[in-house]
């Protein structure tokens, strides 16, 4: 039995709630306290890996973009934000590593940055 004010759980024979002190009847609707939605932790778990891994690149990718639905079907905005921070920080640090690949390798992309080298 639940107290029907607070939520607090409180005995069957019980006049008062040990917690808000409001005065318990028999014969009135409980209150019966909120669950948590599903994937309510999953989301914030998935979003928090995606940014420890996004140097990875890829499995930090796969777990933001897992755990973005997750995120949503719960409405967490905590884990919303961290899933969509995880996705767009992999996209960055991918397109870095790309650029810092094309410097070291001679790629044409960076021509326009060293105009002085083009043979």
Excluded: H
């Excluded at 995606?50 to 905005?77: E, M, Q």
Aim: hydrophobic share 50%; net charge positive; proline share 5%.
């Amino acid at each position: 039995m639940y107290c029907r004010t607070c939520g607090n759980p409180v005995a069957q024979s019980a006049a008062y709630c040990n917690r808000c002190g409001a005065a318990q009847q028999a014969g009135q609707m409980l209150f019966v306290p909120p669950q948590k939605p599903r994937f309510y932790s999953a989301g914030f778990v998935l979003g928090v890996l995606s940014i420890c891994l996004s140097w990875t690149l890829f499995y930090g990718l796969v777990l933001g973009i897992i755990g973005l639905p997750l995120a949503c079907i719960s409405k967490r905005k905590e884990s919303i934000i961290l899933n969509v921070v995880g996705i767009v920080l992999c996209i960055v640090l991918f397109v870095l590593f790309l650029g810092t690949m094309g410097f070291v390798f001679g790629s044409s992309s960076w021509d326009w940055y060293y105009p002085e080298q083009i043979i």
